[in-house]
């Protein structure tokens, strides 16, 4: 008996049934439209990433010649050991901890806001979403020389009406500079989730709270608060994988400086790739990074996977 013959036959019964082949070209014919971009996305993502394992277990430097040679775990061991690299990760946790937290609050409060009914609201909250569509790199040269400038920043020039001398923040408050511009540009994302879920949310729930006798706060916090986890969820997952990739407000505001005080993994790789030239321990940083986010990014999807699944069994 053929091994197409031995899948038609049904352990059961030793019937041969013919629903079985059927159901499976039915499942080729349906996948067979998909299949190019399958290819295509194995391609440009998985065999790039397969290369960059390869290059992290030698040790290439490109202003050595003939340096290029087998390490096998070399090029891990010495990057772990690397408080450069361990400062650059502490960063890009910091970064992307602060910068979500932050502009989640923020973007719950202007939901808020822009939930109500207002004279101009739908002026209002095209002028809030503004920022998000501005490309990183403009915002980022608007935040370094427009608001933060030391000679002629619109911040300085603020706190000087009130006695506060000019402050170089770039290269004192270099982390803290990133963030604000980086906060300046997620809220607008995380008000648009958080308005989404609002306006989502059934109106009779809010008028029965409302006839029980619930105030603003004890409304907000008992009912709207958990109608809205899973979009706060979503935010803070979407938000955590483009912020924990940040590199042009770093590259434009504060170059990783000074030193390498502001630098996050992104930046740092690029340092060591192409201005250290070092492609070995770079593509190991690479390849530690995007483990360490894929890890994260299924723990966040299972956690909100789960909720989803909860909230729906209730």
Do not use: H
């Not at 770093?250 to 030239?277: D, E, K």
């Amino acid at each position: 008996m053929t091994t197409a013959l031995k899948s038609r036959v049904d352990r059961r019964t030793g019937v041969i049934d013919p629903a079985t082949d059927f159901s499976r070209a039915e499942g080729w014919r349906r996948r067979a439209p998909l299949l190019p971009a399958l290819i295509f996305t194995i391609v440009v993502t998985q065999v790039p990433f397969i290369l960059t394992i390869w290059y992290s277990l030698r040790n290439w430097n490109l202003l050595r010649p003939g340096s290029d040679q087998f390490v096998f775990l070399k090029n891990y061991a010495e990057i772990f050991l690397n408080s450069t690299f361990r400062g650059a990760a502490f960063n890009s946790v910091l970064i992307t901890l602060a910068c979500v937290l932050v502009a989640m609050v923020l973007g719950i409060f202007l939901a808020i806001l822009l939930d109500r009914s207002f004279r101009g609201r739908s002026v209002v909250r095209t002028l809030l979403i503004t920022p998000f569509l501005i490309m990183p790199a403009a915002s980022a040269t608007l935040w370094s020389v427009s608001m933060l400038n030391p000679s002629f920043g619109l911040v300085n020039w603020l706190t000087s009406l009130v006695g506060i001398p000019a402050v170089d923040w770039t290269s004192k408050y270099p982390v803290l500079s990133i963030l604000i511009a980086l906060v300046w540009q997620w809220t607008p994302f995380m008000m648009l989730l958080v308005l989404a879920g609002l306006q989502a949310q059934p109106k009779d729930v809010l008028e029965a709270a409302q006839i029980d006798g619930a105030g603003w706060w004890k409304t907000f916090a008992f009912v709207t608060l958990p109608q809205l986890r899973r979009y706060i969820e979503l935010g803070i997952l979407l938000g955590a994988i483009y912020v924990v990739n940040t590199f042009d407000q770093i590259y434009l505001m504060t170059a990783g400086g000074p030193g390498t005080a502001s630098a996050n993994l992104p930046f740092y790789i690029y340092q060591r790739a192409f201005l250290g030239f070092d492609i070995g321990q770079s593509a190991a940083m690479g390849v530690v990074t995007v483990i360490a986010t894929i890890i994260i990014a299924t723990f966040a999807l299972r956690l909100i996977f789960r909720s989803f699944d909860t909230k729906d069994a209730l």
